[in-house]
């Protein structure tokens, strides 16, 4: 079962899925944790990734049979990804450092890993309750959830998806992706705004009933793509497992031996994944935070303070150029002692003033686990190069800041803990960023950019990228963030 952490009690996971978000506004956690024993995890490591996914996600999925886990996942990860890598490998760059590659899917950012299953699990969802309208995927994306959502849900029957990106907050190649998008039940708008914008407009759809009913006389219902719905999150967490059990396969953990899992971080739902997975029983040593300018999260680690009233940067980092990061309240929810008028409190806080503050006991415990960090571009641009030039690995610009915050931690405290670095896109999304890295010529064609790169480094620019040159642009809608709702019916409209 599942529980919202504001309080309303008691969804199973299939409806937790179909919902997205709970009705009296929390997020979906699971009342409890099914722990892995140190046996089963080491269970894992003859297992291909579909094989290790199926494992996880039973454990986390309450009314799936086994037999539709087993059939989801190997959908998802068996032939369907990406066929010259495994869905989620872990690259050694020296004794105790390692990658945790997860940009091997059809849109090279880690999303793909939960929105290549969403789709599969999201109709037998509906199956399972009865549901037999259009079910319409809403998306918020800082540029990478949007495509892989688009990429996933894609002539899906009974499915229309729609995004909502801050209009100049994506990379070129993350907008190309998007307005390139085929399918006929896809939809891309960019918002005035930034991505809080996007996401706060979202949210209030969510909350609207009028605009529920409007749907629902159209035979459609919502439901949510972002990683707030626990559809997302599920997925998640079977990459630290699977990335334990690699290590283990190669020898290079000891069972048991604890592992820290550096996170770069936006919304706070891919290090979220890796809190569940420890509260499963995953050997975790510390999960380190890491945030590019927009600190919010680094600030709040170290103060108890989460506070949203301050400047919004756009960095070399887009993705986490996030000021509201959603899923810290499952976080806070576990902390609290799962107290939903706590959570309660903080949310209407945060919703009316921008800011709430939690008591020094409730830090202190987040402090045993968590090891926040910003990284400037300055920092990120040098991480990039030293990677290539000492590990002989190109990085992401959201890499790059977990890469930097992992460094430093390591020469303050001469920590030697085996560490594993997550790494969240292809370099390739990030040309212009990755170029600037290198002091190659400013080219204003993120497209030289790649060529240039893949020349340094001898790789081939990945052919997803080199093909959103000639694509045509099939979505141009534009919206202020107050006409979100709108500009979705008109859409809608127009679709029929
Ligand atoms: C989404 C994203 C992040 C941030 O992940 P959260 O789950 O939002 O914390 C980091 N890097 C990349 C490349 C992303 O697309």
Redesign the pocket.
């Given at each position: 079962m599942l529980i919202s952490t504001r309080g309303t009690q008691g969804v199973t996971a299939s409806q937790a899925i179909l919902r997205g978000i709970a009705p009296d506004g929390g997020l979906y956690a699971p009342t409890a944790f099914t722990r892995f024993t140190l046996p089963e995890i080491e269970a894992l490591c003859p297992l291909s990734y579909a094989q290790r996914a199926a494992r996880v996600l039973s454990a986390l999925l309450d009314d799936f049979t086994p037999e539709e886990v087993a059939s989801v996942t190997e959908a998802a990860y068996g032939a369907s990804f990406s066929a010259d890598s495994a869905p989620a490998p872990v690259r050694t760059l020296n004794g105790n450092t390692h990658l945790l590659e997860l940009?091997h899917g059809p849109t090279l950012?880690?999303?793909d890993i939960a929105l290549q299953i969403l789709p599969h699990l999201l109709p037998l969802s509906a199956r399972k309750n009865g549901v037999d309208a259009e079910i319409v995927i809403l998306v918020a994306t800082?540029?990478?959830?949007g495509k892989a959502a688009l990429e996933g849900f894609c002539d899906v029957p009974g499915t229309r998806c729609a995004v909502f990106y801050p209009k100049d907050g994506v990379s070129r190649a993350q907008y190309l992706q998007m307005a390139t998008q085929a399918g006929h039940n896809t939809h891309v708008v960019a918002v005035e705004g930034n991505f809080d914008d996007a996401q706060t407009g979202v949210k209030r759809i969510f909350a609207n009933e009028d605009f529920a009913r409007t749907l629902k006389a159209r035979g459609q219902v919502l439901t949510s793509a972002n990683?707030i719905n626990y559809g997302r999150l599920a997925p998640?967490v079977v990459y630290y497992f699977s990335a334990y059990a690699d290590l283990l396969q190669r020898g290079k953990l000891r069972p048991g031996e604890p592992v820290h899992f550096v996170?770069?971080?936006?919304?706070?739902?891919?290090?979220?994944?890796a809190l569940y997975a420890r509260e499963m029983g995953l050997p975790v040593g510390k999960l380190f935070c890491a945030s590019n300018a927009n600190r919010v999260l680094a600030d709040f680690i170290r103060t108890g303070r989460y506070d949203v009233n301050r400047a919004f940067y756009k960095t070399d980092?887009p993705?986490?150029d996030?000021l509201i990061?959603s899923?810290l309240e499952r976080y806070l929810f576990e902390l609290s002692g799962r107290d939903p008028a706590q959570v309660r409190a903080w949310m209407a806080s945060l919703a009316r003033e921008g800011r709430y503050a939690v008591p020094s006991a409730l830090l202190a415990r987040l402090n045993e686990t968590i090891v926040g960090g910003w990284v400037c571009d300055d920092e990120g641009q040098s991480a990039i190069r030293h990677a290539l030039h000492e590990a002989n690995v190109l990085i992401?610009p959201?890499?790059a800041?977990a890469w930097s915050l992992l460094t430093r931690h390591r020469k303050a405290t001469g920590d030697k803990t085996p560490a594993v670095i997550v790494s969240?896109?292809s370099p390739y999304?990030f040309g212009h960023a990755v170029a600037r890295a290198f002091q190659l010529p400013e080219q204003d064609d993120d497209f030289a950019c790649c060529r240039t790169i893949a020349r340094l480094t001898g790789q081939a620019v990945p052919e997803r990228i080199t093909a959103l040159e000639t694509l045509p642009i099939r979505h141009s809608a534009a919206c202020a963030p107050d006409a979100m709702e709108k500009t979705l019916l008109e859409l809608f409209q127009s679709a029929r």
């Open positions: 940009f950012a880690f999303k800082s540029g990478d959830t990683s998640q996170v770069p971080t936006g919304n706070f739902g891919n290090i979220l994944a980092s993705s986490m996030i990061s899923n992401d959201h890499t800041v969240t896109a999304k």
